[in-house]
């Protein structure tokens, strides 16, 4: 698996039963907390790992720092959140490297392994499967608001948790069942994921907007005026390839292109299991997990707003 599709990370054949896993992410500071930075920033390198069906094993620190500007103290709360996160993860931190840099980037380079015959990719998915959503969206914009101080830092801090959550217990549980396509909500939005696993796959996604989960506040920073810089860039990607059947609001519609970190995972499976897999990965304590949309055959992949 490399650069055929869009999918979340190499995969690399070693033998009948054994193939690793390599990815590589970092992001800037979507909070000013160091120790939160660490935690999500790590916990976003991971879920490419846990996209493609696999187990994380190690991880290399990848850091730029203005160490002169901010010194080590900060430094030190940025790695300690990343190690708490991949020794959550059951991996381990085997090295990294670090540059002098005059804005704060921290990530990691992700090595894990997959049975070859039980890989997961973003183009197998069928039609009349259903979709599956376990994390809430909004992210992207939230973290813009609390910079320019449309939303207090209480109000962000309180979805944290959530946001540096792994999404270890989604695909464990998630494994269980006959998973015909993944992929992480990151960057792209729900809009420009889902038109991965669209075009890859050949097929016409149905998202049913009543039915996304938002993060409280999303939408209402939307509303006030707030956007990311990426929400333009999103939107421009699915040119073409989205459609809605149903009226929007701008804010409305703006949340669809709003970039992710540390998204959840997006899944892919018959219908008549979704309800069972949306029950067991409440119980493992994904409690936003909701089926989103269904896969539809066509002609032409689109996304399609109902």
Sequence with gaps: MGFETCDDAAVYRLSDDMAFISTVDFITPPVDDPYWFGQIAAANSLSDVYAMGGKPLTALNLIMYPMKTLGPTLLKEILRGGSDKVSEAGASIAGGHSVDDN?????????????????????AAKAGDALILTKPLGTGVLFNACRSKRLPWRDLEAILPEVASLNKKAIEVALNFDIHACTDITGFGVIGHSLEMAKGSGMQISLFYDKLPFYPNALQMYQKGETTGSNRANRKLAEGFFKKTRELSRAEEELLFDPQTSGGL?????????????????????????????????????VWIV
């Design 266 to 302: 997006l899944l892919s499976l018959p219908s008549n299991e979704s309800n069972r897999l949306v029950k067991e990965l409440k119980k493992a304590g994904v409690e936003a997990a909701v089926q989103i949309g269904e896969v539809v055959a066509s002609s032409q992949p689109s």
């Design 103 to 123: 804005e704060p980037k921290y990530g990691l380079a992700v090595t894990g392994v997959v049975h070859p015959d039980r890989i997961l990719t973003n183009c």
